[in-house]
């Protein structure tokens, strides 16, 4: 592996593994301060006791979140210093709010409703697990803002002298259509991977006949918010394709294997072989019309095909380049990646139906491949979180920002292939070492279940004044 080929591995390492985290915590969050706000409506103390269970998992992902963000902002400035030189003056105002007020904001409002319980009075205490959420959701704004930039530059200006990309107009970077495509695409698959993993590990539980009334309630809670999370995840996720067409549509060619300009109307590759070093599609299986009616809507219309944009970039930026590229982005990697994504959101949306049909019949405890079904779809928002983020990166080769800077310029100029080898390494072994943390810590929360805090209790209030003392 060449050095470029290590620098790379290890940012989708550590992207692909923080943003394991990331839309967990974000999701779980908005999951519980739903318990919660049904705790003060309803007066139910049932609700206040899932929103403390499900809160203690929500506090383990926000941990290993935390951790692994620091990891990954670390490989930027020891791997990409070139890439981190020539956008400094774009990201500095957006990461600088992310941390000194967004992450804050959360931060300090979880430790009041982690500490508060019996401190503040129930509506206060609420305010305080919904300005969790609100900063969780503003962390992703002002990352994503950063992140739109590379996928659609606004409001800079080149620096011919430093050779730097230079903020002139913070509004425009904000008004980025990319960041409002984005962010609430990534915002509702949060939703989505907090809800379903509430409402997986819950139809585990039942499936067990554990807690039963506790466990019930939070699949119920758990499916219906996931249902609303998939289906607006998949209409934002129609409209950013819609874009993608115009900004990138070599991305677009590669997520659907078209290398040669498709007929009017076009086909659906469903499934589909590439030979990336001839540039061609060595077979695939189509359905006629579909491709026209997902990407423009209509029974009309075609598409271009790679072969024909590669030419057209050639034309564009080979010039300002000083150099010519190859610019065929990995085709099977995002091929295969937006069926998985797209493949896993239909699938919990028709999942979430079904369950929700059962529930209403009363008939659900009976349906155990169902309920086996549910609890293996808690893997399913993982796989369509990372296939949507290798989408996003990948298909923007061979350009970090878009247009801009390349992936090849990006890569820091002082490191060695030993380095980046020790680095994967250490690193690999640390992503494996809080995974595994991870799950353990909740395998062993839901092992506890909803009541071992006062099965505790009262436990202690049985022993005599000495022994307690003592213990």
């Known amino acids: 592996m060449s050095l470029l080929d290590l620098a790379r591995t290890q940012f989708a390492m550590t992207t692909i593994f923080h943003f394991f985290f990331v839309p967990l915590s974000i999701g779980l969050g908005l999951v519980v301060a739903v318990m919660e706000t049904l705790y003060v409506v309803k007066k139910d103390d049932l609700y206040k006791r899932m929103a403390k269970f499900w809160g203690h998992i929500f506090l383990l992902s926000f941990a290993v979140g935390v951790v692994t963000g620091i990891i990954q902002e670390f490989q930027f400035g020891m791997n990409w210093s070139a890439y981190s030189r020539f956008v400094g003056d774009i990201f500095g105002a957006p990461l600088a709010i992310e941390a000194l007020l967004a992450f804050f904001l959360e931060s300090t409002f979880l430790g009041l409703w982690i500490f508060g319980w019996e401190k503040f009075n129930k509506k206060m205490h609420l305010l305080f697990i919904w300005l969790v959420t609100i900063g969780s959701a503003l962390s992703a704004l002002w990352i994503l803002l950063a992140n739109s930039f590379m996928q659609h530059p606004a409001g800079y200006t080149l620096n011919s002298k430093t050779g730097r990309a230079e903020l002139i107009d913070f509004g425009a970077t904000f008004k980025n259509h990319q960041l409002w495509l984005e962010f609430p695409h990534v915002l509702f698959g949060a939703f989505l991977t907090g809800s379903f993993v509430v409402a997986g590990l819950s139809a585990w539980k039942v499936l067990k006949k554990k807690d039963l009334p506790f466990f019930t309630k939070s699949l119920k809670i758990g499916i219906i918010m996931g249902l609303i999370s998939a289906v607006l995840t998949v209409a934002v996720g129609d409209l950013q394709t819609q874009a993608l067409i115009e900004d990138q549509p070599m ?31 060595t077979w695939s299986l189509e359905i006629p019309y579909m491709l026209s009616i997902l990407g423009n809507h209509s029974l009309e219309g075609g598409f271009k095909g790679m072969n024909t944009i590669n030419k057209e970039l050639h034309a564009k930026y080979d010039s300002t380049q000083g150099t010519e590229m190859d610019y065929y982005v990995p085709t099977t990697a995002l091929f295969w990646s937006f069926r998985f994504m797209a493949g896993c959101g239909t699938a919990v949306i028709l999942l979430a139906i079904l369950v929700l049909f059962f529930m209403r019949r009363g008939t659900l405890g009976k349906q155990k491949w169902l309920l086996w079904l549910t609890a293996i779809s808690t893997t399913f928002p993982f796989i369509s979180n990372t296939g949507g983020w290798l989408i996003t990166e990948l298909g923007r080769f061979p350009w970090t920002v878009y247009g801009l800077f390349t992936v090849a310029d990006s890569v820091s100029p002082n490191v060695t292939k030993g380095q980046l080898w020790f680095s994967n390494s250490v690193f690999f072994l640390l992503f494996a070492t809080l995974g595994g943390v991870m799950v353990y810590l ?27 003392e003592a213990f």
Do not use: C
Request: glycine fraction near 6%; charged fraction near 35%; hydrophobic fraction near 30%.
């Open 251 to 281: 991305k677009f060619a590669a997520t659907e294997g078209i290398y040669e300009d498709t007929e009017d109307p076009a086909s659906w590759a469903g499934i589909a072989g590439f030979d990336q070093d001839k540039n061609k599609t």
């Open 442 to 468: 909740v395998r062993n929360e839901m092992k506890k279940g909803p009541y071992h805090e006062e099965e505790n209790e009262a436990q202690n209030a049985t022993l005599d004044p000495f022994a307690k």
